[in-house]
């Protein structure tokens, strides 16, 4: 007899928030009590990874990590946080995921299933620029950076490599979105965007990710910071990557006048945004198109980050890239993102916070929070 099929509904009637935590590697610290239960990530050395931490709500059904008050249930938490379970394969399906981690929580086999390959370029509605209407104009782009505390120099820096696009609608509405041209290392066809929604009052992005039909796969946002061009691949000599093109503009206005006093970055260095998860059809291009260049990772501080360097690493080596061209660049323990650090939002981990020189919106120095040193 088969067993009744299991719904979201009964995943969180019968799984909870501290067991998937656990299974996601947290470890319950008890200094904290457990009135309010928290959950910490541990390093190789047993120690508390700072910043790293989930607290499960007053209703013992869900938790946040502070500083935000987001809450997440297991099936939430799950989707958002993909990379801290063993099941995750990439391009998994995020309720795929869910059930697979529920099932295995109850101990309850899920049926295996054929994995249906599909031709992107068959079964999907392939990108085009013809979708969509844009704005080059600065005061559009502005009002999506200066929440994110990118200053006018630094717009300035990266303005031929960013619109405000529109999707066309029949209904005549428009929604803005600010855009990031993707093309494949090596072609000047645009094979999608990266996407991010206009700011709401606290200044949070009200949406990302990718166009319809983006070859995120193989596609990167580029950019060369202060040139209308990018220079011929062969030329290139440095490549710094993030998985975000906000990341990139806020790693560049940190370190500006190391970025330029850099001598593997000093001259025709290229910023890069992998728009999330690295593929090993972007590292492949890249690195095959910038034979001459030393990579510089500068992903974010979080675990899936630290995944994505040793995978790059890893990926690098296997193409014969030598290890003293690859380096990592990691954030102070207190943020999780080159913009985070940007905007002074630190982790929270119990301790005083030192703040950072005062933020700015002006071309001011905001200091170096870990990163290039001169």
């Known amino acids: 007899m088969a067993l009744p099929k299991l ?32 959950y910490v990530r541990l390093g190789s050395d047993g120690r508390r990874v700072s910043g790293d931490k989930f607290i499960v709500s007053a209703n013992g059904m869900c938790c946040f990590q502070p500083p935000e008050r987001k809450n997440y249930n297991i099936i939430s938490f799950i989707k958002a946080h993909p990379h801290f379970f063993s099941d995750y394969r990439p391009g998994m399906s995020p309720d795929r995921l869910v059930n697979v981690v529920c099932h295995r929580l109850l101990n309850q ?35 999506f950076l200066i929440a994110r505390g990118i200053g006018k120099s630094t717009q300035e820096a990266f303005e031929p490599y960013m619109k405000v696009s529109y ?40 949406f990302k990710g990718m166009a319809a039909g983006s070859n995120s796969a193989e596609g990167l946002w580029i950019a060369y ?20 093109a906000y990341d990139a503009m806020a790693f560049y ?38 034979p001459n260049a030393h990579h510089f990772l500068c992903f974010d501080n979080d675990k899936a980050g630290r995944e994505f ?3 790059f690493h890893s990926f690098a080596e296997s193409i014969g890239i030598p290890k003293e061209d690859v380096m990592d660049f990691f954030l102070h323990p207190r943020y999780k993102d080159w913009n985070d650090a940007l905007q002074d939002k630190p982790f929270y981990t119990g301790d005083e916070v030192i703040p950072l ?15 290039l040193k001169r």
């Open 109 to 143: 086999p899920l049926e295996e299933r054929q994995t249906r390959i599909l031709d992107p370029v068959k079964e999907r509605k392939p990108f085009t620029m013809m979708d969509y209407e844009f704005s080059s104009q600065r005061w559009h782009i502005a009002r």
């Open 167 to 206: 999707k066309k609608r029949d209904d005549g509405k428009q929604f803005g979105n600010l855009s990031f041209p993707l093309t494949i290392p090596g072609n000047k066809a645009v094979v999608g965007m990266e996407l991010r929604g206009f700011p709401n009052k606290e200044g949070k992005t009200t």
């Open 225 to 244: 910071p202060c040139h209308e061009e990018l220079p011929p691949m062969d030329k290139v000599t440095g490549v710094a990557w993030f998985e975000s």
């Open 357 to 371: 020189t005062p933020k700015t919106n002006t071309e001011q120095d905001v200091g170096q929070p870990g990163g």
């Open 309 to 311: 360097c040793a995978h």
């Open 7 to 38: 719904t979201y509904e009964d995943f969180k009637a019968r799984i909870s928030i501290q067991e998937v935590l656990q299974d996601a590697g947290y470890h319950l610290n008890r200094r904290d009590g457990l009135r309010y239960p928290s």
């Open 253 to 290: 206005q940190l370190n500006e006048q190391a970025f330029k006093e850099h001598p593997g970055l000093a001259e025709n260095a290229l910023f890069v945004s992998t728009g999330g998860t690295p593929t090993d059809g972007q590292m492949r291009h890249m690195l095959k198109a910038t």
